[in-house]
């Protein structure tokens, strides 16, 4: 399929998922708040599920990507392997819904021990750190090349042992399932993590709202990708969601902080400065020093880190014989 087919496929795609998204608002919003919402609590939650959907979404598409590079080893063997990895993939997808249960269980049992407050800036300080390693652009090589290196390079191992008659066909499929296990119970568990602070605020239906669009543009991708076999501008929509993922950090950094603040873990120095209601709605700028040092340094990291990966990729291109 040539490139503009592909764009004009793509923007459909993104027409019709804009309009169930609204539509999806619109009733969540009639049935969640009766119609009549409160504007300020109304526009934190879309803000919260906005943030939610693209943190599912981010880690959906490399979960994809990784299962890509494995289907495409296998396109040639026989059709029992790659059913192999679809198979761990489907059971990591049901051991991530095990897994939300847990930890809310598990969250459950701190809030009688410490208060709402303490949980929740407990909560949100792991869902930072995570990210934080998750997006981190000196990490990002090893975290996303490698980890495909590592699981094609494991595949590629046991499809020789496999064909040598070094491997029975159970134990190459147990194998290979797990490699789709893994792949996919990896961003499963990583995203469980990211939206446990989001319910803890908004509850449920935010993150309903907001996996469930996340959910669908990633059903929509992997679709295109594994079942129609269509080349994607998967870099493209890395950056892109990349971009998107630094400003949910450093908004998630804001509401840390203030979170912190509230528990009396650090303390609230205001700065004699009003801000607008809805830049704490929607971006968690507060003024306090605390909260905006927070943020700063946030920023200062998300760009210095980008900046520094471009560098040493410009070397490292550099460097290559012409």
Avoid at 154 to 173: M, S, V, Y
Avoid at 203 to 208: C, F, L, P
Wanted: glycine share 10%; no cysteine.
């Amino acid at each position: 399929m040539d490139s503009p087919v592909v764009r004009r496929l793509l923007r459909d795609i993104l027409l019709v998922t804009a309009i169930a998204a609204v539509l999806g608002i619109l009733v969540w919003q009639g049935a969640r708040f009766g119609g009549s919402p409160d504007p300020e609590r109304a526009a934190g939650a879309w803000s919260a599920a906005l943030s939610a959907s693209v943190l599912v979404f981010r880690e959906g598409l490399e979960a994809i990507l990784v299962l890509a590079a494995l289907f495409a080893s296998l396109r040639r063997t026989s059709e029992r392997l790659p059913r192999a990895i679809a198979f761990g993939g489907f059971l990591a997808l049901l051991a991530t819904v095990a897994t939300w249960f847990i930890v809310v269980w598990i969250i459950g049992l701190g809030e009688t021990v410490f208060s709402e407050l303490q949980v929740q800036a407990a909560t949100g300080l792991l869902a930072v750190i995570v990210l934080l390693v998750v997006m981190n652009w000196f990490l990002h090589r090893f975290y996303w090349t490698g980890w495909i290196r590592a699981h094609t390079r494991r595949e590629a191992d046991l499809a020789k042992q496999l064909q040598r008659g070094l491997l029975t066909p159970q134990r190459a499929f147990l194998g290979l399932a797990f490699l789709g296990f893994s792949a996919v119970y990896r961003e499963g568990f990583e995203t469980v993590l990211f939206l446990q602070d989001t319910r803890l605020h908004w509850g449920m239906s935010v993150i309903e709202v907001g996996a469930g669009l996340g959910l669908l543009l990633t059903v929509i991708v992997g679709w295109l990708t594994l079942l129609a076999h269509r080349r994607l501008p998967y870099q493209r929509m890395l950056v892109l969601t990349g971009a998107m993922l630094g400003l949910v950090f450093v908004v998630m950094v804001g509401e840390q902080a203030q979170e912190m603040q509230l528990a009396g873990w650090i303390p609230t120095t205001t700065i004699g400065l009003s801000f607008p209601d809805w830049i704490g709605t929607w971006f968690a700028v507060f003024p306090t020093a605390e909260t905006l040092l927070a943020q700063g340094l946030a920023v200062a990291l998300v760009l210095g880190s980008f900046l520094v990966s471009k560098l040493r990729t410009t070397r490292a291109l550099s460097a290559l014989p012409s």
